[in-house]
């Protein structure tokens, strides 16, 4: 792995961590489906135009399409629409850390219904990252933890394994911005329809407001998007999801600098742990350096 990718997954851990600060904020004063269907109208009207720019075309594989619907689907509108949701009963750091769990939830669900085979330590670190969210749950319920907000984040978090297993193996064969761009305006699609229905379209306009929402489309959005698709086409998806580690710490640290959220001993003894138990799962799956 050269320095190049490793500037490339801290970038893509730092912004994919960053979202869940700047959701919150945005949930605090506009409705939650309404302003995500909208980020992503915004999000994908502009990654397709800088495609289009890049001369990238329409005239996706089928692989590519399907990719493009899937992950529209189950991480824009499920994923990320029920985070948004959950978010506006729960602090942006217990929904990082339940997000967190991706890579623990892919390498669970991959051997129990696909049959994959898990080396010891990767074993030992699924036990070591659930025992870790488990840690930072159990200290925080006391405190008036929301259970539908976390139960919303963690079935946004099991839509999102779904899929990450549906199209594993899978690469985008080019047309990076174009992918990216299309997936959004698939998620906006999905979304508006429940927001017209079961949200009043009421918005406190406020410059934190402002701030967060283009930041969100632009950052989260678009960017940490499109540095995951090179990075994985670069070092590929096992070694790539290796960044995923950091998100735990990036998470809880964002959202208590900005938000001001509590950070107790037991939340990072708990994300420490979670970082070493997804660390220990990615490793086990990469292949040895040559």
Aim: hydrophobic share 60%.
């Amino acid at each position: 792995m050269d320095i190049r990718a490793i500037l490339m997954g801290l970038a893509f851990a730092l912004m994919w961590s960053s979202a869940f600060t700047s959701a919150r904020m945005i949930v605090l004063d506009a409705p939650p489906l309404l302003a995500l269907s909208l980020r992503f109208l915004l999000s994908g009207l502009i990654g397709v135009g800088i495609a289009l720019a890049l001369r990238q075309s329409w005239r996706l594989t089928p692989g590519q399409w399907r990719a493009t619907i899937i992950f529209g689907i189950c991480q824009n509108a499920l994923y990320l629409g029920l985070n948004f949701v959950a978010m506006q009963w729960i602090e942006a750091s217990v929904a990082a850390i339940i997000a967190s769990t991706l890579p623990l939830l892919v390498a669970a669900a991959g051997w129990a219904f696909l049959g994959d085979r898990l080396r010891p330590v990767a074993v030992a670190g699924l036990f070591a990252g659930f025992a870790g969210v488990i840690l930072i749950m159990g200290a925080r319920w006391g405190g008036g933890l929301d259970p539908l907000g976390v139960a919303l984040c963690v079935l946004g978090a099991l839509a999102l394994t779904m899929a990450t297993l549906a199209l594993r193996g899978a690469s985008s064969g080019g047309n990076v911005m174009m992918v990216v761009g299309l997936q959004m305006l698939v998620g906006a699609a999905i979304l508006i329809g429940p927001a017209l229905a079961l949200e009043t379209p009421e918005v406190n306009w406020t410059l934190q407001l402002v701030l967060a929402f283009a930041y969100t489309t632009l950052v989260p959005g678009l960017a940490a998007t499109w540095v995951w698709f090179r990075l994985v086409q670069r070092i590929g998806a096992v070694r790539g999801a290796t960044f995923h580690f950091l998100n735990p710490f990036f998470g809880v640290a964002i959202a208590a600098l900005l938000l001001g959220e509590a950070l107790g001993p037991l939340d990072l003894v708990g994300v420490g742990v979670i970082m070493a138990g997804i660390l220990a799962v990615q490793l086990s799956k990469a292949p040895p350096a040559r």
